[in-house]
């Protein structure tokens, strides 16, 4: 079954792709294994074909669609199996300006919602600007950027200048992220954390929201 997911998200084929998703959920498989092992392994796979030549630019997008199509419903079965519900704290997320790549900021953005964090998702291409009107509107306790592109990857920094320029930085948290990204990169554009993947940035996001709630504790005993 989990092969037959990789195989129709390879295809870019939507149908089955929640065909078999569903069929996935129905025999009770872990939804976040289905999610890692059969769908972005899917992508990573036709990924690798590309770089080989042996697939099209069209072809990572069809599967790309076939993923997002498929994230929202293994989602729900988390949510389902025990996912939080209640909000414990509030992000605004997106792929910085420049940059389309949007699977991994997806994941992590729904990582993030069913353990409880609000997330408002800004989409891709995000320009510096927008992430400070975001905080302005929003308000969130966390802001986080993916950038998948060594070109990209210093809009991360532009955006935490954006924010220090808005006088805004020391309302948030930043955590930046995506493939070319390291936690070395993170310390030298001043973002306060770092995750390799959306499973770890949990862990980083999660530490800040309860340092937050005992501070705020704290300042009301
Ligand atoms: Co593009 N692409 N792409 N691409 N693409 C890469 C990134 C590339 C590495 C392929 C390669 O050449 N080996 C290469 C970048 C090279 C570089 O700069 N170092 C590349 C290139 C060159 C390009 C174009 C320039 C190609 C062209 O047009 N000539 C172009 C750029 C477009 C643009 O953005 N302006 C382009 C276009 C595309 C598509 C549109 C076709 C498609 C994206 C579709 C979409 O996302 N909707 C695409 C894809 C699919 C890929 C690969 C194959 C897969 C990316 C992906 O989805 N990975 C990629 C090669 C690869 O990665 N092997 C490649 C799966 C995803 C789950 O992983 O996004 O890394 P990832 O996210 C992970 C972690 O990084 C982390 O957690 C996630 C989940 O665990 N993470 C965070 C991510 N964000 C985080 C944020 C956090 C914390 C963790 O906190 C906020």
Aim: aromatic share 4%; proline share 3%.
């Amino acid at each position: 079954m989990c092969f037959s997911l990789r195989q129709s998200i390879i295809d870019g084929d939507i149908e089955n792709s929640l065909k078999y998703a569903n069929e996935c959920i129905k025999a009770s498989m872990n939804p976040l294994e289905v999610l890692n092992k059969c769908v972005v392994a899917g992508v990573l796979e036709l990924g690798d074909k590309w770089i080989r030549g042996e697939a099209f630019i069209a072809d990572l997008v069809a599967a790309a669609e076939a993923a997002k199509v498929v994230i929202p419903i293994l989602k729900n079965e988390i949510v389902k199996r025990g996912g939080k519900l209640e909000y414990v704290g509030r992000a605004v997320i997106g792929t910085v300006e420049g940059d389309i790549h949007d699977i991994g900021k997806t994941i992590v953005a729904t990582i993030w919602e069913v353990n409880g964090i609000e997330v408002i998702d800004l989409g891709v291409d995000v320009p510096p600007q927008k992430f400070v009107e975001a905080v302005k509107q929003y308000n969130p306790d966390i802001v986080g950027m993916s950038a998948l592109l060594t070109t990209t990857m210093v809009k991360q920094k532009e955006t935490i200048e954006a924010l220090k320029a808005a006088g805004l930085r020391d309302k948030v948290k930043v955590i930046v992220g995506g493939a070319p990204t390291s936690a070395e990169w993170a310390r030298e554009i001043g973002a306060d954390g770092w995750a390799p993947d959306a499973i770890s940035s949990i862990d980083v996001v999660m530490k800040w929201l309860r340092e937050k709630r005992s501070a705020v504790g704290e300042a009301h005993g």
